[in-house]
Structures are given as C-alpha cells and as structure tokens.
C-alpha cells in the first residue's frame, strides 16, 4: 500500500484542471481527469506528481499523515473541501491519503482480501489520523458503504484520531438544522446500523461483514459510531452556543438562548455535566430578561435546568424547578396542553423516587390523559406515560397493573422507535423488574439482558443507565443463586457509576445495597455491614428518615447482626426499621 498523501496546494491546484467539474461524484472524476493521464502506463495519479514541488517548495507528493474516508459516489468538491478545511496542526504539513490519487486504480482490484485485511489496515494505523467526510451532511453515504465502515474499524483498531468533517458549503444549513432543531438531527444521525450498509460487489460485503463479526460486532462498531456522532454534534453545537452566548443583538436573544438550553440538555444526555450545568444555568439566568414577555420558553429553559439537577440527585432543587415551570407554563397555556405533560412528568418521576407515590401517580394520570389526547396512543410520549404509570403499580407491588402499563408501553416504543432505542430498552427493564420481585427470574433475567444489549449498543459502556442495567442483569443471577456471577455484575455497575455520577449519588447507594446484600448471601457478614452502611450514609442525605428505602437498609442490618449473634445491634436496627 503506497503510504504517501497529496498536500493542501496539489488540491487547490487539480481542482484547477480544465476537466474538473465541482458538481459531478468521485467516481465521475476519475473517468473524466484521472484514467485519460494514468491508463496508457497503469500508474497511480501521485505517480505523475512525486518529484514536483509548488511555488513555495513544498512537495505535492509526501508522507501521509490523514487518512480519508468517503464515498466514491459522493460528491468530489465536497471531499475535497473536508480536505481543505482540515484544522489540525500547520495545515501546509498535512497530506491526505485519498485514494483517488493515491490508489493506482487499474490494479487496485487485484489486491487479495487477507490483503486489505493485514497491509490496508496496519497502514491506516500509522497515518495516525482519519477524516470522515460526511455529505449530505444529514444523511451521509459514508456511513452506508460497507468499504467506508471497514475503513472506520481499521481506524478504531489502529488507535487513529477520528475527524468528523462536513463541507463549508454545507455548514449553513447544517447550523440552521442545528438551531431549530437539534433533538431531530441527534436522533436522525444517532440512528446507525452498519448491517444495513451496502457494497457495489456483494463478495466484499461478505468479506467485511465476516471482519466485523469477527473482531468487533456489529453492536460495538455502532456503539463506537454514536458515541463519534454524539460528540460531534455536541462540539458543533458548543462552538455555535458560544458564537450566540456573545449575541449583543436584543431581537435575536429569545432564539440564542433557547438553543443555548437545548444544548444544555444535550451535553446533559451524553454524560458532559460541566457544560450542561453552565449551559443550562446561563440559559435561566439570561432568560429571565430574553423570555420576559414569554413565560412558555423560560419555563422550558427552567424545566431544563431542573433536568440536570435531577441527573445529580439533587431532587429538592430540580422539583422547585419544575414546579416553577409548571407554574409558567400554566399562565399561558391550556391545562390540556400537551407541553405541560413534560414537566408534570418530571415531577412525577421526583415524587416516585421520593416514595410520594400519591402525588407521582395523579401527576403520570394527567400526564397520560394529555398525551392519549393530543398525541394519540401511538406516541412516544404515550408510551412514556404508561411506563411511568406502570412504575407507580410497581412500587405499590400491584404486579398485575404494572406489568400491563409497562408491556403496553413497550409494544407502542417497538413500533415507533424501534428496538435498538434507549425507551425501548427501559420497557424491557422494567418489565424484567415485574417479573423479578414476581421471582421469575429467568424471566427478568431475559428481559434485564434485552435492556443492557439495547443500551451498551446506543449510549455506550460508560452511561449511567448502562451500569443500572448491569446491576439489573445481577439482581436475576442473585435470585437464580449465582451469587458470585452476580456480585461481579454489581461491582462492574459501581465503577461505572462512580466515574460518571459521584461518589453521593443516590443511585451509588443502590450499588452498595446490592453488593451489601449479595455478601450476606455468601455468609460475608463484615463486607455486607459495610456496603450496606455505605449505602445508608448516602440515602440519608437524599431521602426522610423514615423512608421506606432506609427502613429497609435497617431492616437488613438487623437481620445480619442477629445472624452473627450481635444481638443489641440487631435490635437497635430493628427498631429503627419501623
């Protein structure tokens, strides 16, 4: 494989030459310019440019150190242009494998596929660097060509640093996109599965497939291409955020800061809490002026802020928030009005955690009766509802109620969303969870096992919600008595949960009450007082004294003491249980 790579100026230059048409494909371009100068002596088009230099005295030809990937039936200009605007380092030093150039094209079919297998992909390791180019950039064919997947996996497996890179001459609609609609472009971009993508010869498709299948599946390499995705959406959006943070305009404040919270709230869905806190508070705190005559969007932007509150367990806060949404949003809109089904949900959620399960299950009624009637029952937000109706059964123990609320909200998401999305994955959860406290355990270990393939797949390895999926999949081997396999599951969770929440978060006390509970199993006594100590520490700061979630630690911790023959302290948690 020819390591070399073509410079900035050898670009500016062919596109120059008198065939080249900015408008026509990759694959047009090489019939038109490249095959009528190499054919006669089957030679690579570098080949005619190795010893020439520019103007300046750099050389046209040199050591490659960008790899690009795109798709030869995509347009040549755009490809060109992702070249050109390629930021990293002293631009006049950057070459780019582009295989158009490099590539000698009348034998490129001849190389073997242990070939492209062994030498194709130890050598996109050394470039070090990969460039995708996407175009269109809301639906790009890079990511729908089995050759431009196989060339994502020999970047990932040779540790190179991966560029996402739109055109220029696309930017402005792709920020347009951005600002009026941000959770669509996430969704749409998000929605990847490389098993769909395609090959002009299907022999190559089944050789890659095979590669993939083989060293890294399918669900990983999707994970991997989200995860890229996400993060390039997200640094997008923060360098447009800032560009409107600096806004001196009065008239264009109100949009400005409502896509300064949308990003906010998207920082907030990848994990970035930094950002998403000072988005999200800078939104509130400049909306109060922006939004003056418009309650509706500070309410939103309030409502946002109670979201990551709630992320970080601060529930006293977020509910204020909400409530104060609430309050706006019900100065200017009908009661019936489908956007303050969101925050009566929120609240709801809040009041479910807290054990207010009279006030979460009218907040998830009206929430429902909303939704069915403005959106219908195929609906996402529908089927949220029924989820979080169904949660309220659940804490009440009426199986029977919450196990129809949640199926009927997990056959709406199948439908609608799919099953490889993160809602979906909550319906099996919770599904599971019926069927675990019903101990039905292989049932919920079946179902807790569809959640955490949905998830690892979409959010990636470190979400939150992937760790409680593991923990989930650990509560069903604990119940089947695999105590050990399940202690494993429960550890994993908390090292997850740890790096991504903090060490206090209500959800960390989860973790130690299971690994508590696990160790007295297995006759752990001393382990299981301390995590379930841990545990306890923590829910004390978030939850009253006489919750039921700290009744029960005590309960537990009464139990263990009596099984070791420490009566008094046996019986000091007894009492303190009730």
């Not at 088009?45 to 190795?50: A, E, P, V």
């Not at 706006?328 to 929120?346: G, P, R, V, Y």
């Not at 955490?452 to 593991?470: H, Q, R, Y």
């Not at 001393?526 to 545990?535: S, Y």
């Amino acid at each position: 494989m020819e390591s070399a790579g073509v410079s900035i100026n050898f670009l500016k230059e062919f596109i120059q030459h008198k065939n080249y048409d900015e408008n026509i494909s990759t694959a047009e371009c090489f019939e038109r310019i490249i095959k009528p100068q190499t054919i006669k002596k089957r030679i690579a088009y570098i080949d005619l440019f190795k010893s020439k230099k520019d103007s300046n005295g750099i050389a046209y030809v040199a050591k490659a150190n960008v790899f690009v990937s795109h798709a030869w039936r995509g347009n040549i200009q755009s490809s060109i242009d992702a070249m050109l605007e390629y930021p990293e380092g002293d631009r006049k030093f950057n070459y780019f494998w582009f295989d158009l150039f490099v590539n000698n094209q009348h034998t490129v079919t001849q190389n073997s596929h242990e070939w492209w297998e062994t030498v194709f992909r130890r050598n996109i390791g050394k470039i070090g660097n990969t460039l995708l180019v996407f175009v269109p950039w809301d639906d790009p064919i890079v990511l729908q060509r089995v050759w431009c997947l196989f060339e994502i996996i020999c970047s990932i497996q040779g540790n190179t640093t991966l560029t996402i890179a739109i055109p220029s001459s696309q930017e402005v609609s792709f920020q347009k996109a951005l600002l009026h609609k941000i959770r669509g472009i996430v969704q749409t971009l998000s929605d990847i599965d490389s098993e769909n993508a395609k090959a002009t010869i299907e022999h190559d498709k089944q050789m890659i497939f095979e590669v993939i299948k083989k060293t890294i599946s399918f669900n990983t390499l999707n994970k991997i291409i989200k995860d890229e995705l996400r993060k390039w959406i997200l640094s997008k959006s923060m360098l447009l955020a800032e560009k409107y943070m600096r806004e001196t305009n009065t008239s264009k404040m109100p949009e400005c800061i409502a896509f300064i919270s949308q990003v906010g709230l998207l920082a907030l869905e990848i994990g970035d809490f930094k950002n998403s806190e000072m988005y999200l508070k800078y939104a509130v705190e400049n909306g109060i002026h922006a939004f003056k005559d418009d309650p509706l969007n500070l309410g939103i932007a309030i409502n946002n802020l109670g979201s990551y509150h709630e992320s970080k367990g601060e529930y006293d806060i977020a509910v204020k928030l909400y409530e104060k949404a609430l309050s706006l949003k019900l100065s200017c809109l009908d009661e019936t009005n489908i956007e303050l089904a969101s925050t009566m949900n929120n609240i709801g959620s809040i009041s479910l955690i807290k054990g207010d399960l009279e006030r979460a299950e009218d907040c998830f009624k009206k929430t429902l009766a909303i939704s069915l009637a403005r959106n219908g029952e195929k609906h996402h937000e529908t089927a949220k509802a029924f989820n979080n109706l169904g949660a309220v059964y659940d804490e009440q123990n009426r199986d029977d109620l919450a196990l129809e609320n949640y199926e009927k909200s997990l056959e709406i998401r199948k439908e609608i969303l799919g099953i490889n999305h993160p809602e979906t994955a909550a319906s099996f959860n919770n599904c599971g969870s019926v069927y675990y406290q019903a101990e039905k355990y292989d049932e919920a270990l079946e179902n807790f096992t569809k959640s955490f393939s949905i998830l690892s797949s979409v959010l990636g390895d470190t979400n939150p919600k992937v760790a409680v999926a593991i923990e989930n999949i650990g509560q069903a081997l604990e119940g089947r008595g695999e105590y050990k396999e399940a202690m494993d599951k429960y550890k994993q969770s908390l090292s997850i949960k740890e790096v991504s929440l903090g060490p206090e978060h209500l959800a960390i006390a989860e973790s130690y009450y299971s690994i508590g509970m696990v160790s007295a199993q297995m006759k752990a006594y001393r382990d299981a007082i301390e995590n379930l100590q841990r545990c306890l520490q923590i829910r004390e700061i978030h939850l009253k004294a006489r919750h039921p979630d700290i009744r029960n630690v005590h309960k537990n911790l009464s139990v263990i003491y009596y099984n070791m023959g420490k009566l008094d302290k046996s019986e000091k948690h007894e009492e303190l249980s009730k």
